[in-house]
């Protein structure tokens, strides 16, 4: 049989979060829902942090990298896995660098 994706893992800055989808998953990690949430992305008077449309677009690109290295470990193809791998975590560090800043601000009392 061909194996399931059960759980997914992020490790980033020494972060480590595992949910059951790539978007709780990166939630975790960023602090912001990605697109599909029930808030409106102006909504940031309750604490929630506002992701901007180039954040959201660099998370939905690192899902599609991890999905494509996903179907590459499945095939046997590694080389192809480390390459979607590497294309992941460049769009997850500008998206982290991206959304520092806001983060930063919006933890502080």
């Given amino acids: 049989g061909?194996?399931?994706?059960?759980?997914?893992?992020?490790?980033?800055?020494?972060?480590?979060?595992m949910e059951n989808t790539l978007d709780a998953a990166l939630a975790a990690v960023f602090g912001a829902a990605p697109d599909g949430s029930d808030e409106p992305?102006?909504?940031?008077?309750?604490?929630?942090?506002?992701?901007?449309?180039?954040?959201?677009a660099l998370l939905s690109a690192a899902a599609d990298a991890f999905e494509a290295?996903?179907?590459?470990?499945?095939?046997?193809d590694l080389a192809a896995y480390q390459d979607a791998i590497d294309q992941a975590r460049a769009f997850l560090e500008r998206a982290r660098q991206l959304t520092g800043d806001v983060l930063e601000q919006g933890t502080e009392s």
């Fill in 2 to 17: 061909i194996p399931e994706f059960k759980r997914v893992v992020i490790s980033f800055n020494g972060q480590i979060e």
């Fill in 41 to 56: 992305p102006d909504r940031t008077d309750d604490g929630q942090v506002e992701v901007p449309e180039e954040v959201a």
């Fill in 69 to 76: 290295a996903d179907a590459a470990l499945r095939d046997g």
